[in-house]
């Protein structure tokens, strides 16, 4: 599949955080195994050199995902620095489009030398940049090495699985990663577990109640343990005054008992909505949500408990795991629905956290880093789902442009005031998350700290990159050394002595020797330094002014001047005469803890990234100088109490 997408758009929503990470410091990037503007992300010399490397100054390495290199030379003059996990074309051939062949390339002068030594260089750059030199040495030199395998579980193992070698070693040191006391893992994940759970509604003040997980892929784990809800609430309640019972099934047999139902004060559903990656299926999704409602007959479990809760009299909470939105409409309406709860995917110490938030324990402050929509048509063509291919290599291209999830609310928001009926107010817009306490917003204040400017300092000049040597080695270099022992499926850099180098000229494509400058938007980790000078200062006073301590996330977004004149080539009749911008744009946020009655006054910086928009005709970032920001402050991207201009 392609992904097609406009430079624009790509520098203000998706390079975002890669900037961020790469201005923090990683060591590499991976590249995905979709296209990009129909060149494979592992070969698109755009993406790795002219903005990864050049504009936003990478000094890591590039890293293919698992196959996802498909091609050789091109690939790698294009900028990708390691391919994993070796193989080529097919998993586990052996096949490598890289190995002996890359050596082949270097010696042909396919590849120049440069390149080959720039590519060792990244690697073992980021090796000292996180300090690996100072590991202790594997045996035989040392007792360090790996402390895992990915192989198998057993401590002594084969040392090289997936070839005819059988020799066996310590593959697995079983080290306790864990930690104990105040420092154990299980206190930071139960903490953050709780702070990222997301109360929607709370119907009657019914939580907090008093005392009468993951999906599946590459980026799945094997927990060292799981507290489920279930264990968790058996310990949260007295059992002497509160009767609890459980049907961890599906289908209830709520027809042929009703009094599970019926004899109930209070009645929790537990459902999901879970997706991971396409090798793997569940369920009947490959990967990707087939739509957004919940999994396994999950509404109509709420439905039949809330009607039949308490004999129609009974409170019913719903808590929801899920990797996404989900749509809540089959029931969040429903009379017996008094509590609903996101909890996303919140790992081993699930149970406790939820526990934590359910009794009060701690207070609820975690917010929508997304819209929940009423239908799944509500996010508009952008958000649809490709049940088929639409091409021999499927097309995606990305037409909503800037207009993701609360920007696309937010502009249909305007439609609808101009009378156009598209009725798509989200159920629960993105930033919102309801607390046990209340907290007000006052005082806002700007302090600006530097005039606007519309284009960044000019490229800082530093050093020059090292020269790196062209010399080829000499043949007798490059071949297996004698004695050598190959292992089956292992891939080595050697060649044999029948192989022949054959020098030509490879098929470069045009304007590849060309020097191009670098970009003006670049010169440090992350791009040009100046994009992260501080222009403006806000200030925002917030007050507790509940009766329960609290955590208050405090938002802030910028809306851009209007009527900013467009750069765009006005020759074509569908050119904008105006740079086109979302109602506002999130730019900053903090989480503050309160107690009952506690005011604090809080800073959020707004540097000159925040403030500009990318000129695909410059090739820069541009701040608009004529007309006024406005700065909007509060708790969730529809309901922004403060404003102030700019």
């Not at 930690?179 to 119907?203: P, W």
Request: with cysteine; glycine share 10%.
């Amino acid at each position: 599949m392609s992904s097609n997408i406009d430079d624009r758009t790509l520098h203000e929503l998706y390079l975002w955080p890669f900037a961020s990470s790469v201005r923090a410091g990683v060591g590499s990037v991976m590249c995905s195994y979709q296209m990009v503007n129909n060149s494979y992300a592992c070969a698109n010399s755009k993406l790795m050199n002219g903005i990864l490397k050049d504009e936003l100054g990478f000094q890591g390495f590039v890293q293919s995902d698992w196959l996802a290199q498909r091609s050789g030379v091109a690939s790698a003059l294009a900028g990708l620095d390691m391919t994993m996990p070796g193989d080529g074309l097919r998993w586990q051939n052996g096949e490598s489009l890289w190995g002996s062949r890359l050596t082949e390339a270097a010696l042909n002068e396919s590849i120049p030398m440069s390149r080959l030594n720039d590519m060792a260089m990244r690697i073992v750059a980021a090796w000292y940049q996180l300090s690996q030199d100072e590991w202790p040495a594997p045996p035989p030199d040392g007792d360090g090495g790996p402390n895992f395998s990915s192989w198998t579980d057993k401590e002594v193992d084969l040392l090289h699985p997936g070839s005819d070698d059988t020799t066996k070693g310590v593959v697995n040191k079983f080290v306790d990663a864990q930690g104990t006391g105040n420092g154990s893992h299980g206190i930071l994940i139960r903490k953050i577990a709780a702070e990222g759970t997301v109360l929607v509604k709370n119907e009657g003040q019914i939580l907090p109640l008093y005392r009468l997980a993951s999906g599946w892929g590459s980026g799945a784990v094997d927990y060292p343990y799981l507290v489920t809800p279930l264990e968790a609430l058996k310990k949260a309640f007295d059992p002497e005054k509160v009767y609890l019972s459980s049907h961890p099934t599906n289908k209830p047999p709520f027809k042929a008992t009703p009094s599970i139902l019926t004899e109930q004060d209070i009645c929790m559903v537990f459902i999901n909505s879970d997706g991971g990656e396409g090798f793997i299926a569940s369920d009947g999704i490959r990967g990707d949500r087939n739509d957004l409602y919940s999994q396994k007959g999950g509404d109509k479990l709420i439905q039949s408990v809330a009607e039949g809760c308490g004999n129609g009299q009974g409170s019913t909470i719903v808590v929801v795991h899920a990797i996404g939105p989900v749509i809540l409409e089959r029931w969040v309406d429903l009379k017996g629905v008094k509590a609903v709860i996101l909890a996303n995917l919140p790992g081993q110490e699930s149970g406790n956290a939820l526990a934590d938030v359910l009794f009060g324990d701690v207070n609820p402050s975690g917010k929508l880093p997304y819209t929940v929509g009423r239908d799944l048509e509500d996010y508009g063509k952008g958000g649809q789902v490709m049940y088929y291919p639409n091409e021999v290599v499927p097309q995606q291209d990305f037409r909503e442009g800037l207009y993701i999830d609360y920007r696309h609310f937010d502009k249909a928001r305007l439609l609808i005031y101009g009378c156009l009926e598209l009725n798509i107010e989200p159920r629960y817009e993105f930033g919102f998350g309801l607390s046990y306490t209340t907290f007000e917003f006052t005082n806002i204040s700007l302090t600006t700290t530097k005039p606007k400017t519309p284009y960044p300092s000019p490229r800082p000049a530093t050093r020059n990159p090292p020269t790196l040597p062209e010399t080829l080695p000499p043949l007798s270099e490059t071949i297996f050394p004698a004695g050598f022992r190959r292992l089956k499926e292992y891939i080595y850099p050697y060649l044999d002595k029948s192989t022949v180098i054959k020098k030509g000229r490879y098929p470069y494509p045009a304007g590849y020797e060309d020097v191009q400058p670098p970009s003006a938007a670049g010169g440090g980790e992350g791009g040009n330094p100046s994009l992260w000078d501080v222009h403006g200062i806000i200030n925002v006073t917030v007050k507790n002014t509940g009766s329960r301590g609290g955590q208050e996330v405090v938002q802030l977004y910028v809306a851009f001047p209007e009527n900013v004149p467009s750069e765009e080539d006005q020759s074509s009749a569908a050119a904008s005469k105006v740079v086109d911008f979302p109602t506002k744009v999130l730019r900053g946020f903090d989480k503050i803890e309160l107690a009952p009655g506690e005011v604090r006054t809080i800073s959020l910086n707004l540097t000159r990234k925040d403030l500009s928009y990318w000129s695909i005709k410059q090739g820069n970032w541009v701040m608009p100088t004529v007309g006024t920001f406005k700065v909007l402050v509060g708790s969730s991207s529809r309901r922004l109490p403060l404003t102030v201009e700019l």
